[in-house]
């Protein structure tokens, strides 16, 4: 309450002289007053940001495994949640950005460039690990290369599509999110979403393969964390958009959901899944790289 009053105090004193002064201190007055307001406003956190919190905590319990580590051949419940626990820790991204909260022009541009060349970085490894793709249960006759070259073609289509349709809708709004800022987020988590598809069917894959307790439980860790600077390539996006750490955090673990989604079926019919990882590594790789660069 102390802090509502000597908030109006000072906009109405402002106010005040505002109105007693010439045409050049009435401007200078009002726009005082803007600042003293905008100054005032601070980014809150939605009742839907708090419940979708909530059920992602549920889902955590309800589907936590009778023993973490697999004994024996895994379960499809082992795979769902250390796909989970993966497509979770994308939320830890805005960690560093809550022990720095407040980002002036100079360090959003740097965010956004650190942020440019993660994904930069992240396609490089998405087409170098396709083009050198190797199982012995790859049954296709077409090499890796030329389905990750397929793959990072439709990737690139994809996302000038999507591109083109959120500028046909400019009237478009999330949030408190819309016009130019809309877009850039959405395309970041399109991105960072297709990625995730062909990382969970990685994930089923290693489960599913000779060792499959050991190496999918290091595969999962791994990408576990890998997903924190992926979760704060999106966060330096949004938190400089007025959007809250909560929801903020949310957004990135989103873009993992695919994880543990696409883990479980590539787990049961892996020999279907294996030929069309090199096309996913590319259509993933293909997008991003449009997006980075």
């Known amino acids: 309450m102390n802090g509502d009053t000597h908030h109006d105090d000072k906009t109405n004193d402002v106010a005040a ?3 007693s002064s010439p045409d050049k201190d009435n401007k200078d007055a009002a726009a ?5 307001v905008e100054e005032e406003e601070e980014v809150t956190t939605s009742k839907r940001a708090f419940f979708l919190f909530f059920i992602l905590m549920v889902i955590s319990y309800v589907t936590f495994p009778e023993t973490l ?13 250390f796909g989970w626990l993966s497509a979770i820790s994308t939320g830890l991204g805005v960690l560093p950005l809550v022990l720095v909260p407040d980002l002036d022009d100079y360090y959003v541009g740097v965010a956004n460039a650190v942020a440019a060349g993660m994904m930069a970085a992240a396609s490089y490894s998405l087409f170098l690990e396709g083009c050198t793709f190797e199982e012995a249960d790859d049954i296709t006759s077409v090499s890796p290369t030329v389905r990750t070259v397929v793959g990072a073609a439709l990737g690139l289509l994809f996302i000038l599509c999507t591109k083109s349709f959120l500028e046909q809708h400019e009237d478009l709004k999330v949030g408190s999110l819309g016009g130019a800022d809309l877009r850039k987020v959405l395309l970041i988590v399109f991105v960072m979403t297709l990625h995730s598809f062909s990382e969970g069917v990685g994930i089923g894959v290693s489960f599913g393969g000779e060792n499959g307790s050991e190496l999918g439980v290091f595969i999962s860790a791994s990408l576990a964390v890998h997903n924190v600077p992926e979760g704060l390539a999106v966060a330096v996006v949004l938190l400089p958009r007025k ?3 909560l929801t903020a ?5 989103m873009t993992s959901l695919p994880q543990p989604l696409m883990a479980v079926p590539a787990f049961l019919f892996v020999h279907y899944f294996i030929p069309i990882l090199p096309v996913g590594l590319g259509f993933a790789g293909g997008a991003m790289a449009w997006v980075a660069l």
Not at 69 to 81: A, D, E
Not at 249 to 253: D, G, T
Request: glycine share 4%; with cysteine.
């Open 243 to 245: 959007v809250s750490k």
């Open 249 to 253: 955090s949310l957004w990135c673990i």
């Open 32 to 36: 005082e007053v803007k600042e003293v």
């Open 69 to 81: 580590q697999p004994q024996g051949r895994p379960t499809v419940q082992h795979v769902w949640y």
């Open 17 to 19: 002289a505002a109105s």
